[in-house]
């Protein structure tokens, strides 16, 4: 039997056949799909697997547009919600990612250094980057990493951007009005501070003699320091009984300090820099997790909309199924009643008697079958082997037919057996009795 042309699955998608393999296996691929390599199309054991509801031997005639523009509107939703999965599933990466550094940032200051969880509840733990671990020690920047950053999650955040005083003074004020400085933290955590650090260095380089500083090459002037500017050499102390490594530094200070403050102010603007960047993108993930909810709704939508589809179908197979195995209940009770017409019809007719000497041995509807019950009874009487040949003597005045058999070369002998046709009445004939 050859594979149908077109085949409908439970799924509601609707399969045609494309192509046939060396061994006669009939390949399909859905409808609506143009083209397709023939390594990624199913089988009809496949499609069975998930369901065959319907199959032709013929495309069936198209009657408009639809049908076909329903179906690939489905297909391009199908495609579109792939690719949103796949991003999906990228952002819960990125999530997990970076849940695991808020975790970091806001743990226990004792707790584990990978994990941060405590160690009297820790016992065997995994995690991204670290895997399955136990309790390891936090260092001590970690300790104050995260005093300070849970010090800082425990601050009123608002919708509103910090006011400069709150930026440049995090943890408040004093009634004196200087910066306070929590337990634990350091004063480089509170800008002001570090402003005024730095604005004190500043200002002792800017007021020390500018140039470069050196020792006097004169032998009058020994252990001297000297600088030039505009052109003139100017004295800056003389340092007596200094080790040579401390000179150096006395003599590089000028330079250095200068040096540092311009990649401090550079440092600083690029951070400033950063953190506009970062709030960028964290409104921008904020966008992004939007959408991923919409497209998550989205998808929800659509699939509960296919799972209606799909139990409407169910529905109407059950449906199908009932009518079908209805015509087949209906179909057999026909047979069962044209049967039984048959017969009754063939009882109203004429049998035919089977007997050997007059013993009568059977009555049946076909003369066949009463030949064939002589002729049985015959052959058992003979030994096995012998080669026997019937034949049948009719009587054409009276239809009796008489059995008579030829055993190898003898000659043809009667055997007693004779089939008789017998009329059989449908009704009782009173005036057949008298």
Same mark, same amino acid.
Request: hydrophobic share 40%; glycine share 6%.
């Given at each position: 039997?050859?594979?149908?042309?077109?085949?409908?699955?439970?799924?509601?998608?609707?399969?045609?056949?494309?192509?046939?393999?060396?061994?006669?296996?009939?390949?399909?691929?859905?409808?609506?799909?143009?083209?397709?390599?023939?390594?990624?199309?199913?089988?009809?054991?496949?499609?069975?697997?998930?369901?065959?509801?319907?199959?032709?031997?013929?495309?069936?005639?198209?009657?408009?547009?639809?049908?076909?523009?329903?179906?690939? @509107?489905? #297909?391009?939703?199908?495609? =579109?919600?792939?690719?949103?999965? +796949?991003?999906? /599933?990228?952002? %819960?990466?990125?999530? !997990?990612?970076?849940?695991?550094?808020?975790?970091?940032?806001?743990?226990?200051?004792?707790?584990?250094?990978?994990?941060?969880?405590?160690?009297?509840?820790?016992?065997?733990?995994?995690?991204?980057?670290?895997?399955?671990?136990?309790?390891?020690?936090?260092?001590?920047?970690?300790?104050?990493?995260?005093?300070?950053? @849970?010090? #800082?999650?425990?601050?009123? =955040?608002?919708?509103?951007?910090? +006011?400069?005083? /709150?930026?440049? %003074?995090?943890?408040? !004020?004093?009634?004196?009005?200087?910066?306070?400085?929590?337990?634990?933290?350091?004063?480089?955590?509170?800008?002001?501070?570090?402003?005024?650090?730095?604005?004190?260095?500043?200002?002792?380089?800017?007021?020390?003699?500018?140039?470069?500083?050196?020792?006097?090459?004169?032998?009058?002037?020994?252990?001297?320091?000297?600088?030039?500017?505009?052109?003139?050499?100017?004295?800056?102390?003389?340092?007596?009984?200094?080790?040579?490594?401390?000179?150096?530094?006395?003599?590089?200070?000028?330079?250095?300090?200068?040096?540092?403050?311009?990649?401090?102010?550079?440092?600083?603007?690029?951070?400033?820099?950063?953190?506009?960047?970062?709030?960028?993108?964290?409104?921008?993930?904020?966008?992004?997790?939007?959408?991923?909810?919409?497209?998550?709704?989205?998808?929800?939508?659509?699939?509960?909309q296919r799972n209606n589809v799909f139990?409407?179908?169910?529905?109407?197979?059950?449906?199908?199924?009932?009518?079908?195995?209805?015509?087949?209940?209906?179909?057999?009770?026909?047979?069962?009643?044209?049967?039984?017409?048959?017969?009754?019809?063939?009882?109203?007719?004429?049998?035919?008697?089977?007997?050997?000497?007059?013993?009568?041995?059977?009555?049946?509807?076909?003369?066949?079958?009463?030949r064939k019950h002589c002729?049985?009874?015959?052959?058992?009487?003979?030994?096995?082997?012998?080669?026997?040949?019937?034949?049948?003597?009719?009587?054409?005045?009276?239809?009796?037919?008489?059995?008579?058999?030829?055993?190898?070369?003898?000659?043809?002998?009667?055997?007693?057996?004779?089939?008789?046709?017998?009329?059989?009445?449908?009704?009782?004939?009173?005036?057949?009795?008298?």
């Amino acid at each position: 039997m050859s594979a149908p042309l077109v085949v409908n699955t439970k799924d509601g998608a609707c399969w045609t056949r494309r192509s046939v393999t060396e061994g006669g296996i009939a390949l399909y691929a859905l409808a609506g799909v143009c083209s397709c390599p023939e390594f990624v199309m199913a089988t009809l054991d496949e499609l069975a697997s998930r369901g065959i509801v319907g199959s032709a031997d013929a495309l069936p005639m198209p009657v408009g547009p639809e049908p076909r523009s329903e179906v690939e @509107r489905l #297909a391009k939703q199908v495609v =579109v919600l792939q690719d949103e999965l +796949s991003e999906v /599933r990228f952002d %819960a990466a990125r999530a !997990r990612r970076e849940r695991d550094v808020i975790r970091e940032r806001v743990s226990e200051p004792f707790g584990c250094a990978y994990c941060g969880v405590v160690k009297r509840s820790h016992g065997r733990r995994y995690i991204t980057g670290a895997g399955m671990h136990g309790w390891t020690r936090p260092s001590d920047e970690q300790v104050k990493d995260r005093m300070l950053a @849970r010090r #800082a999650a425990r601050m009123p =955040v608002g919708s509103e951007p910090q +006011s400069d005083d /709150r930026a440049k %003074a995090p943890w408040g !004020r004093g009634k004196d009005g200087r910066p306070l400085l929590p337990m634990g933290a350091h004063w480089t955590d509170v800008p002001e501070l570090v402003d005024q650090h730095l604005a004190g260095i500043q200002a002792r380089v800017d007021q020390a003699q500018p140039g470069s500083w050196f020792v006097s090459p004169t032998d009058s002037a020994p252990d001297t320091v000297c600088t030039q500017y505009d052109g003139y050499t100017r004295t800056v102390g003389r340092f007596a009984n200094v080790l040579s490594a401390d000179l150096d530094l006395v003599l590089h200070a000028h330079s250095d300090l200068r040096w540092c403050l311009d990649v401090i102010a550079k440092l600083r603007a690029r951070v400033t820099e950063l953190e506009t960047e970062l709030a960028k993108v964290l409104c921008r993930h904020a966008e992004d997790a939007s959408a991923i909810a919409r497209l998550v709704q989205e998808r929800n939508a659509f699939r509960d909309q296919r799972n209606n589809v799909f139990a409407t179908n169910e529905e109407l197979r059950a449906k199908f199924e009932a009518q079908m195995s209805r015509a087949d209940t209906l179909d057999r009770l026909l047979r069962t009643a044209q049967d039984r017409v048959a017969e009754l019809e063939a009882a109203q007719g004429t049998v035919h008697r089977a007997s050997h000497d007059s013993i009568v041995m059977g009555l049946y509807t076909t003369a066949a079958e009463a030949r064939k019950h002589c002729e049985t009874e015959e052959r058992r009487s003979w030994p096995t082997g012998t080669t026997l040949a019937f034949d049948w003597i009719e009587d054409e005045d009276d239809g009796v037919a008489e059995l008579v058999v030829t055993a190898g070369q003898n000659e043809e002998s009667t055997t007693g057996y004779v089939v008789e046709v017998l009329e059989v009445a449908s009704e009782y004939d009173a005036e057949a009795d008298e």
